[in-house]
């Protein structure tokens, strides 16, 4: 099974930041990562697939790079609504897998 | 406007069995595989079962092998979940996830229902 590695699994920052999060997987997964944001007592909310690509409605502010084992999302500048906890996914083979989390709150 | 909502959720013994249902709406359901993902109270989330649109494919986490059986009903724009067996660890709010591939490497969940807390306890 390919395990996802997310660091770091809490962040404290302030508004207008800018995070980075990682997220490491075991083995080579080409661009099959997915990045998703969720709030307390939400479903996940998708926001980057294959690695970079944006989904549509979501704000430029998320980004994502990377490809192989590492890959980072970045928040340019973060917002009073980016505070929440953000998942990697890996959909190269099954099992599917996710990170553990990285929970983003205010400084 | 896509919708996915989960039901049949709730307390069950150890060892009992729930059938979850996960109807959606706003899209051609025929056309999408679909996914059960779980979350345990104050854990990260679980990948459970994933089921192709024409039921040609269907895919287990090892922790529910045996024991969860997914199935759809394209007539009825449904998801299931049967779970069997049910132990304390399966104790999550369980999400059904829409799968979205396009080309290339556009693979995603890109729409989630709600939610629907199962409970198993004695």
């Known amino acids: 099974d390919i395990q996802l590695t997310q660091s770091p699994s809490f962040l404290s920052a302030s508004v207008g930041d800018r995070v980075t999060i990682t997220c490491r997987a075991s083995q080579g997964i080409s661009s099959y990562l997915a990045w998703y944001q969720q709030k307390p007592g939400k479903a996940p909310k998708l926001l980057i697939y294959a690695a970079t690509t944006l989904q549509s409605g979501v704000p430029i502010r998320f980004s994502g790079s990377g490809s192989g084992t590492e890959f980072t999302l970045t928040i340019s500048s973060l917002q009073p609504e980016d505070f929440a906890t953000y998942h990697c996914?890996?959909?190269?083979?099954?099992?599917?897998?996710f990170g553990g989390g990285t929970k983003v709150e205010i400084k | 406007e896509v919708q996915l909502v989960e039901s049949g959720g709730g307390l069950v013994k150890p060892g009992g069995s729930l059938r979850l249902s996960c109807a959606a709406s706003?899209?051609?359901?025929?056309?999408?595989?679909m996914n059960w993902v779980r979350q345990a109270p104050g854990k990260g989330l679980e990948w459970v079962s994933f089921?192709?649109?024409?039921?040609?494919?269907?895919q287990y986490a090892d922790s529910v092998m045996g024991r969860f059986t997914i199935s759809r009903d394209n007539a009825k724009n449904s998801l299931y979940l049967q779970m069997n067996s049910l132990r304390a660890e399966d104790t999550a709010v369980y999400y059904c996830a829409r799968y979205s591939y396009g080309s290339g490497r556009e693979r995603k969940f890109d729409y989630w229902g709600p939610g629907t807390l199962v409970t198993v306890s004695s």
């Open positions: 089921i192709t649109s024409s039921i040609n494919n269907i």
């Open positions: 996914q890996q959909l190269n083979s099954y099992p599917l897998t």
């Open positions: 706003g899209f051609t359901f025929s056309d999408y595989s």
